[in-house]
T-cell receptor, first 112, second 116 residues
Framework: GNSVTQMEGPVTLSEEAFLTINCTYT??????LFWYVQYPGEGLQLLLK?????DKGSNKGFEATYRKETTSFHLEKGSVQVSDSAVYFC???????????FGTGTLLAVQP | NAGVMQNPRHLVRRRGQEARLRCSPM?????VYWYRQLPEEGLKFMVY????????ESGMPKERFSAEFPKEGPSILRIQQVVRGDSAAYFC??????????????FGQGTRLTVV
Protein backbone atom coordinates (compact mmCIF):
# COMPACT_ATOMS: atom_id res chain seq x y z
CA GLY A 1 0.00 0.00 0.00
CA ASN A 2 0.90 3.67 -0.08
CA SER A 3 3.39 4.92 2.47
CA VAL A 4 5.55 7.90 3.36
CA THR A 5 8.99 7.81 4.97
CA GLN A 6 10.55 10.87 6.60
CA MET A 7 13.93 11.45 8.09
CA GLU A 8 13.89 11.08 11.83
CA GLY A 9 14.30 14.07 14.06
CA PRO A 10 14.87 16.07 15.93
CA VAL A 11 16.66 18.39 13.58
CA THR A 12 18.41 21.18 15.46
CA LEU A 13 19.67 24.19 13.53
CA SER A 14 20.93 27.66 14.24
CA GLU A 15 18.98 30.62 12.92
CA GLU A 16 19.68 31.37 9.24
CA ALA A 17 20.94 27.84 8.57
CA PHE A 18 19.82 25.85 5.52
CA LEU A 19 17.13 23.24 6.11
CA THR A 20 16.46 19.96 4.35
CA ILE A 21 13.95 17.41 5.59
CA ASN A 22 13.92 14.29 3.47
CA CYS A 23 10.71 12.59 2.41
CA THR A 24 10.27 9.60 0.13
CA TYR A 25 7.09 7.81 -0.77
CA THR A 26 5.73 4.56 -2.12
CA UNK A 27 2.53 4.76 -4.10
CA UNK A 28 0.67 3.33 -7.02
CA UNK A 29 -0.46 5.73 -9.67
CA UNK A 30 0.15 9.43 -9.36
CA UNK A 31 -0.41 10.72 -5.84
CA UNK A 32 -0.53 14.33 -4.77
CA LEU A 33 2.13 15.29 -2.23
CA PHE A 34 1.90 17.65 0.70
CA TRP A 35 3.90 19.13 3.55
CA TYR A 36 2.00 20.03 6.71
CA VAL A 37 3.32 21.87 9.76
CA GLN A 38 2.18 21.46 13.36
CA TYR A 39 3.02 24.08 15.95
CA PRO A 40 2.95 23.09 19.62
CA GLY A 41 -0.55 22.35 20.88
CA GLU A 42 -2.11 23.01 17.50
CA GLY A 43 -3.56 21.06 14.60
CA LEU A 44 -1.86 20.66 11.27
CA GLN A 45 -1.68 23.40 8.68
CA LEU A 46 -0.94 22.89 5.03
CA LEU A 47 2.46 24.34 4.17
CA LEU A 48 2.72 23.47 0.50
CA LYS A 49 1.67 20.89 -2.07
CA UNK A 50 2.47 19.49 -5.50
CA UNK A 51 0.08 17.51 -7.64
CA UNK A 52 2.22 16.14 -10.46
CA UNK A 53 5.77 15.23 -11.30
CA UNK A 54 8.27 18.11 -11.43
CA ASP A 55 5.83 20.51 -9.76
CA LYS A 56 7.42 22.71 -7.12
CA GLY A 57 5.35 23.75 -4.15
CA SER A 58 6.44 26.81 -2.21
CA ASN A 59 5.24 28.91 0.71
CA LYS A 60 6.81 31.12 3.39
CA GLY A 61 10.30 30.47 2.01
CA PHE A 62 9.83 26.70 2.08
CA GLU A 63 9.84 24.69 -1.11
CA ALA A 64 9.66 21.08 -2.26
CA THR A 65 9.81 19.49 -5.71
CA TYR A 66 7.85 16.40 -6.70
CA ARG A 67 10.48 13.99 -8.05
CA LYS A 68 8.87 10.95 -9.56
CA GLU A 69 12.17 9.36 -10.62
CA THR A 70 13.41 9.28 -7.03
CA THR A 71 9.92 9.16 -5.43
CA SER A 72 10.90 12.06 -3.22
CA PHE A 73 9.47 15.35 -1.97
CA HIS A 74 12.19 16.87 0.18
CA LEU A 75 11.42 20.07 2.08
CA GLU A 76 13.97 22.89 1.92
CA LYS A 77 14.38 26.39 3.24
CA GLY A 78 17.36 28.61 2.66
CA SER A 79 17.38 30.42 5.99
CA VAL A 80 15.37 29.16 8.95
CA GLN A 81 14.01 31.30 11.77
CA VAL A 82 13.23 30.50 15.38
CA SER A 83 9.55 30.79 14.49
CA ASP A 84 9.92 27.82 12.10
CA SER A 85 10.35 25.50 15.07
CA ALA A 86 7.57 22.93 14.70
CA VAL A 87 6.87 19.38 13.58
CA TYR A 88 6.78 18.90 9.81
CA PHE A 89 4.77 16.12 8.20
CA CYS A 90 5.10 14.84 4.67
CA UNK A 91 1.90 13.35 3.26
CA UNK A 92 0.46 11.86 0.13
CA UNK A 93 -3.04 11.48 -1.16
CA UNK A 94 -3.93 8.77 -3.60
CA UNK A 95 -4.81 5.13 -3.92
CA UNK A 96 -8.16 3.49 -4.37
CA UNK A 97 -9.91 5.55 -1.71
CA UNK A 98 -7.82 8.71 -2.06
CA UNK A 99 -7.07 8.79 1.62
CA UNK A 100 -4.43 11.13 3.00
CA UNK A 101 -1.57 9.37 4.76
CA PHE A 102 1.31 10.88 6.68
CA GLY A 103 4.90 10.27 7.53
CA THR A 104 5.92 10.11 11.17
CA GLY A 105 6.83 13.79 11.33
CA THR A 106 10.14 15.55 11.88
CA LEU A 107 10.68 17.90 14.79
CA LEU A 108 12.63 21.01 13.82
CA ALA A 109 14.18 23.10 16.58
CA VAL A 110 15.79 26.38 15.54
CA GLN A 111 18.05 28.07 18.06
CA PRO A 112 18.79 31.79 18.10
CA ASN B 1 -16.18 30.51 7.00
CA ALA B 2 -15.26 28.81 10.23
CA GLY B 3 -12.58 26.18 10.14
CA VAL B 4 -12.87 22.59 11.20
CA MET B 5 -14.29 22.56 14.72
CA GLN B 6 -13.51 19.78 17.13
CA ASN B 7 -14.90 19.44 20.59
CA PRO B 8 -14.13 19.02 23.28
CA ARG B 9 -10.51 20.19 23.12
CA HIS B 10 -9.65 18.15 26.18
CA LEU B 11 -11.48 15.09 27.46
CA VAL B 12 -10.71 13.06 30.55
CA ARG B 13 -12.29 9.65 30.98
CA ARG B 14 -11.87 6.87 33.50
CA ARG B 15 -11.03 3.41 32.27
CA GLY B 16 -14.16 1.66 31.05
CA GLN B 17 -16.08 4.81 30.20
CA GLU B 18 -17.09 5.93 26.74
CA ALA B 19 -15.51 8.81 24.86
CA ARG B 20 -17.32 10.75 22.15
CA LEU B 21 -15.32 13.10 19.98
CA ARG B 22 -17.06 15.51 17.65
CA CYS B 23 -15.94 17.09 14.43
CA SER B 24 -17.80 19.70 12.41
CA PRO B 25 -16.20 20.02 8.98
CA MET B 26 -15.77 23.25 7.14
CA UNK B 27 -18.85 24.53 5.37
CA UNK B 28 -19.29 22.79 2.06
CA UNK B 29 -16.98 19.91 2.94
CA UNK B 30 -18.47 16.45 2.71
CA UNK B 31 -15.36 14.34 3.41
CA VAL B 32 -13.97 13.77 6.88
CA TYR B 33 -10.84 12.00 8.07
CA TRP B 34 -9.93 10.97 11.61
CA TYR B 35 -6.34 10.53 12.76
CA ARG B 36 -4.75 9.55 16.04
CA GLN B 37 -1.49 11.00 17.26
CA LEU B 38 0.18 9.15 20.09
CA PRO B 39 2.82 10.90 22.19
CA GLU B 40 6.11 11.17 20.29
CA GLU B 41 4.56 9.49 17.24
CA GLY B 42 3.18 10.58 13.92
CA LEU B 43 -0.35 10.75 12.66
CA LYS B 44 -2.02 7.42 12.14
CA PHE B 45 -4.94 7.24 9.76
CA MET B 46 -8.06 5.81 11.34
CA VAL B 47 -11.10 6.31 9.14
CA TYR B 48 -12.34 8.25 6.15
CA UNK B 49 -16.01 9.10 5.85
CA UNK B 50 -18.31 10.80 3.45
CA UNK B 51 -21.80 11.87 4.43
CA UNK B 52 -23.58 8.74 5.73
CA UNK B 53 -20.87 6.45 4.35
CA UNK B 54 -17.63 4.95 5.58
CA UNK B 55 -15.18 5.02 2.69
CA UNK B 56 -12.12 3.53 4.34
CA GLU B 57 -11.85 2.25 7.89
CA SER B 58 -8.64 0.31 7.46
CA GLY B 59 -6.98 2.17 10.33
CA MET B 60 -9.71 1.62 12.90
CA PRO B 61 -9.12 -0.86 15.70
CA LYS B 62 -11.45 -3.79 15.27
CA GLU B 63 -13.09 -3.41 18.66
CA ARG B 64 -14.43 -0.52 20.75
CA PHE B 65 -13.96 2.13 18.05
CA SER B 66 -16.64 3.38 15.68
CA ALA B 67 -17.23 6.46 13.56
CA GLU B 68 -20.15 8.04 11.82
CA PHE B 69 -20.88 11.08 9.71
CA PRO B 70 -24.64 11.52 9.54
CA LYS B 71 -26.52 13.51 6.97
CA GLU B 72 -27.06 16.23 9.54
CA GLY B 73 -24.69 17.14 12.32
CA PRO B 74 -21.05 16.53 13.09
CA SER B 75 -18.95 13.46 12.58
CA ILE B 76 -18.56 11.42 15.76
CA LEU B 77 -15.67 9.20 16.75
CA ARG B 78 -16.80 6.91 19.55
CA ILE B 79 -14.52 4.89 21.79
CA GLN B 80 -16.21 2.44 24.12
CA GLN B 81 -14.69 1.08 27.32
CA VAL B 82 -11.61 3.27 27.05
CA VAL B 83 -8.23 2.01 28.21
CA ARG B 84 -5.07 3.95 29.09
CA GLY B 85 -3.60 3.16 25.68
CA ASP B 86 -6.35 5.20 24.05
CA SER B 87 -4.85 8.37 25.51
CA ALA B 88 -3.80 10.44 22.51
CA ALA B 89 -4.64 13.47 20.42
CA TYR B 90 -7.37 12.79 17.90
CA PHE B 91 -7.47 15.02 14.86
CA CYS B 92 -10.22 15.49 12.35
CA UNK B 93 -9.71 16.86 8.86
CA UNK B 94 -12.16 17.75 6.13
CA UNK B 95 -11.95 18.32 2.42
CA UNK B 96 -14.42 19.40 -0.21
CA UNK B 97 -13.91 16.41 -2.46
CA UNK B 98 -12.08 13.14 -2.66
CA UNK B 99 -12.24 12.79 -6.39
CA UNK B 100 -9.70 15.54 -6.94
CA UNK B 101 -6.70 14.18 -5.11
CA UNK B 102 -5.00 17.51 -4.96
CA UNK B 103 -7.69 18.99 -2.73
CA UNK B 104 -6.09 19.79 0.56
CA UNK B 105 -7.46 18.65 3.87
CA UNK B 106 -8.07 21.21 6.60
CA PHE B 107 -7.43 20.13 10.16
CA GLY B 108 -9.12 20.90 13.42
CA GLN B 109 -7.15 21.64 16.58
CA GLY B 110 -7.69 18.17 17.92
CA THR B 111 -9.19 16.55 20.98
CA ARG B 112 -6.73 15.44 23.60
CA LEU B 113 -8.10 12.37 25.33
CA THR B 114 -6.66 11.35 28.66
CA VAL B 115 -7.73 8.08 30.21
CA VAL B 116 -7.12 7.86 33.95
Amino acid sequence: GNSVTQMEGPVTLSEEAFLTINCTYTATGYPSLFWYVQYPGEGLQLLLKATKADDKGSNKGFEATYRKETTSFHLEKGSVQVSDSAVYFCALRGGATNKLIFGTGTLLAVQP
Amino acid sequence: NAGVMQNPRHLVRRRGQEARLRCSPMKGHSHVYWYRQLPEEGLKFMVYLQKENIIDESGMPKERFSAEFPKEGPSILRIQQVVRGDSAAYFCASSPTAVAGEAEAFFGQGTRLTVV
